[in-house]
């Protein structure tokens, strides 16, 4: 038999043993109802007492020791002793996890900061504070965009797309970058990811210099050999079997000259940010040059059709946005035969303004769609040699429509044909007030 | 901690509109820092388009401000607020005024940025502003930042630090009197440049001015026209009497 069933037995049989003791005892005194009721009334006050003595260990537990009592109310405090001790070592494990948890976050290289639903710092690291200035405990508790007051902050903090990180420059530091990076979890609680990229954005620097200079100093002599190299051809003593050659280095030196160009506007686009405001272009007017452009080409497709479906402008600036959309037209019409289609469409709808160019040429295979804006990167490199394109092309467009705040799509199927489509976003289109002049015109 | 006594209130709804309130503050103020940071880096690297979208973007400070004050207008005419909300709401109400005027002092030097970019630089590239500006900056983020964590020992520093920008507007002002006798034709951009320096100092006041508030905020003194080792004496001296700080 288990103890604690031997006390509750112990337990009844004591009960029994009062009850006939009381009925006993009032039986030889001639009341059996009075000795019942006094035995138990003393028992009652036996179990009030047991209780008076739990309920007194329990609120002092921390420093009583539990009331010797057997029986079943020795059981019962035996088995609370045993719950709480269990607890407390629950308790214990978990709390040493936690301070593991906290020192191994605290001991991590990038800043991290916990915020709860309303933006207060609920938490951060050693290099969090190292970083954002934050000062340990005085900062608990405080909106974090009260002392990260950066515009830039704030709006990233307000938004809900924290798919990239920014990068600021903080206040005190001379030149020195931060990428703030917020990751949402739990119920609404943010964590917010502080690296220090100064040397990245250094690295950066440099290399966007390097490539600048490079190019700049490259330009000089690409323009003696150039020359020369046309005084050559239009030479008439030159000899027959030299001919070839020479308009074979002519060629190439156009190319290079080609790729400096655009290395350089390739540097000048990244230098600067995206620009704020600008003037209105007209798209219709663009796209009809461009039209003339590609007909003037040696060999072209034979069908140039063109849809201006809007007469919606874009704001931006001109010259940058000609540079892009002539690229996409010269990429269609450089891998469309002469016998494919080429479409130019421009339409306005509720997400903003579109621009595509659609062609019917060789199309490019999925996997390569990613990476066509990378610089340099060629689908088939021997076939790009032929064309003549300085592999430029699609990078200045990315960095153009970045500028815009737009965003280029491509969709294309091998052998029938690819689609550039630019999505500028509804801001950056202005939609021309008709005045009568202009409709009678 | 003085931030805590924001905490307990009666009623949660106003506590909530007043730490709104603080944060659109905070939020004008870092607006404001940003404005500050790019009119002195358009006169240092001259560049003429940022120190005009400087001066475009001044309207933005003050519809904050005009924001802001009717917010405070509201709190004071529903909420009836009193004691240490009251301050809260009156340093509210002079810090964006100083905040403000900061935007303005910032519009100015755009202007004369994006103006003195077209002209010749000088040898020294202007190094002694962008020394200056940057101290100025400093005590305006710092002035901010004492604001957001209602501290006071960081507010008084600042409240220090406006005599070192004194220091330095006198040291640029002989300098460039001295420029301006040795070669007159340097004269014209030398008054451009004074007028910066003069809106920089005029900046560092206004710092000192939010951090005032900030001591009055918490302390429910006002330290205005007071010299600074008094006030420091006798916050020590309060705060030694009854070391829980008052509320």
């Known amino acids: 038999m288990q103890p604690a069933t031997q ?34 009334g003393l028992h009652l006050a036996w179990v009030l007492a047991n209780l008076f003595r739990l309920e007194w260990w329990l609120r002092h537990r921390s420093y009583a ?62 290099m969090a504070a190292r970083l954002l200035n934050l000062r340990r405990t005085a900062d608990l508790g405080m909106r974090i965009e009260n002392l990260l007051r950066e515009p830039a902050v704030v709006r990233y903090l307000a938004g809900s797309d924290y798919s990239n990180p920014i990068v600021i420059r903080p206040a005190n530091g001379d030149d020195s970058y931060l990428s703030l990076q917020v990751a949402p979890y739990g119920d609404g609680q943010l964590l917010l990811l502080v690296r220090d990229v100064s040397r990245q954005m250094r690295l950066e620097a440099v290399r966007r210099d390097f490539v600048a200079n490079a190019s700049h100093e490259l330009r000089s002599p690409l323009t003696v050999v150039s020359g020369y190299l046309e ?4 030479d008439p ?36 940010n995206e620009i704020v405001g600008g003037a209105p272009v007209d798209v219709a007017a663009v796209i009809s040059m461009l039209r003339k452009d590609v007909l003037a080409r040696p060999s072209h497709p034979a069908d140039v059709s063109v849809s201006v479906e809007s007469d919606a402008q874009l704001i931006g ?21 002469a016998d494919g289609s080429l479409g130019i469409r421009w339409w306005v709808d509720a997400e903003g303004g579109h621009f595509s160019v659609t062609d019917t040429g060789i199309g490019i295979p999925p996997e390569h769609i990613p990476r066509l804006t990378e610089r340099f990167y060629r689908v088939d490199a021997g076939r790009a040699r032929a064309t003549g394109g300085s592999g430029l092309g699609l990078a200045i467009v990315k960095h153009v429509l970045q500028r815009h705040g737009a965003s280029l799509e491509v969709t294309s199927a091998q052998g029938v044909g690819s689609t550039f489509t630019a999505h500028f976003p509804p801001a ?11 409709a009678a015109g | 901690m003085e931030t805590a006594d924001l905490s307990h209130h009666i009623s949660r709804r106003f506590n909530e509109d007043l ?6 503050v905070l939020g004008m103020g870092g607006f404001v820092e940003q404005q500050l940071h790019k009119a002195i880096t358009a006169l240092v690297e001259g560049d003429s388009s940022l120190g005009e979208s400087v001066a475009l973007d001044d309207h933005q400070v003050n519809n904050m401000e005009i924001q802001i004050d009717e917010d405070c207008s509201k709190i004071l005419a529903t909420r009836a607020p009193a004691a240490g909300d009251l301050r809260v709401i009156v340093a509210i109400i002079k810090t964006i005024t100083d905040l403000e005027r900061i935007g303005d002092e910032g519009e100015k030097i755009g202007y004369i940025a994006s103006r003195l970019a077209t002209m010749e630089r000088p040898a020294d590239k202007y190094r002694e502003i962008k020394h200056l500006g940057r101290v100025v900056s400093e005590m305006v983020h710092d002035a901010l930042d004492a604001f957001a964590r209602m501290d006071v020992d960081s507010a008084l520093r600042v409240a220090r630090q406006d005599r070192l920008v004194d220091e330095e507007y006198e040291a640029i002002q002989r300098q460039s009197i001295t420029f301006m006798m040795e070669d007159p034709r340097t004269i014209r951009r030398a008054l451009d440049v004074m007028w910066v320096v003069r809106a920089l100092e005029r900046i560092g006041d206004h710092a000192k001015n939010i951090s005032e508030y900030v001591i009055y905020m918490v302390h429910g003194k006002d330290i205005r026209h007071t010299s600074l080792d008094d006030v420091e004496r006798e916050l020590r001296a309060a705060a030694d009497a009854a070391p829980r700080g008052q509320a």
Not at chain 1, 68 to 91: P, S
Not at chain 1, 329 to 336: F, G, H, L, Q, W
């Open chain 1, 237 to 272: 003593s030159l000899e027959g079997d030299l001919k070839g050659p020479v308009a074979e280095m002519r060629r190439q030196a156009d190319r290079m000259t080609a790729i400096i160009r655009d290395l350089l506007e390739l540097s000048r686009l990244e230098e600067t």
């Open chain 1, 428 to 438: 950056r289109v202005s939609v021309p007030v008709r005045t009568p002049v202009a």
């Open chain 1, 7 to 40: 006390a509750w037995w112990f337990a009844a049989g004591r009960l029994l043993v009062t009850v006939l003791v009381g009925c006993g005892a009032g039986w030889l005194l001639g009341n059996t109802w009075g000795g019942l009721a006094v035995a138990l």
């Open chain 1, 65 to 126: 020791d539990p009331p010797n009592t057997g029986g079943v109310w020795g059981e019962i405090i035996a088995q609370i002793v045993r719950l709480h001790r269990r607890k407390r070592f629950h308790k214990q494990r978990f709390v040493q996890l936690m301070r593991q948890l906290q020192r191994s976050t605290a001991a991590l290289p990038d800043g991290v900061v916990i915020l709860n639903a309303q933006r207060e710092i609920v938490w951060f690291n050693l």
């Open chain 2, 19 to 24: 730490e709104r309130v603080r944060s659109k």
């Open chain 1, 231 to 234: 005084t050559l051809a239009q």
């Open chain 1, 317 to 337: 600036d001109e010259p940058e946005i000609h540079s892009a959309f002539s690229n996409l037209v010269d990429n269609a019409a450089k891998y469309t035969p």
